[in-house]
């Protein structure tokens, strides 16, 4: 009766794509960012915000 063709509610599926792919589980990518100015060593820091010391 009141339906409308054409206007298809959105499915979980087109929800999860909308979600940040970094957020999913990943391997690391430690990228040098500084040094650690209390030991003076270099950081690591993945591009998902996990910051690591010197390898
Ligand atoms: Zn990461």
Redesign the pocket.
């Known amino acids: 009766m009141h339906t409308r063709p054409g206007a298809a509610p959105a499915t979980a599926a087109d929800r999860q794509q909308r979600l940040p792919s970094i957020a999913v589980r ?1 391997v ?2 430690f990228r040098w960012s500084g040094a650690d100015p209390f030991s003076g060593s270099s950081l690591y820091a ?3 915000g ?1 910051v690591r010391p010197g390898l």
Request: net charge positive.
């Open positions: 990943h690391h990518w993945c591009r998902c996990v």
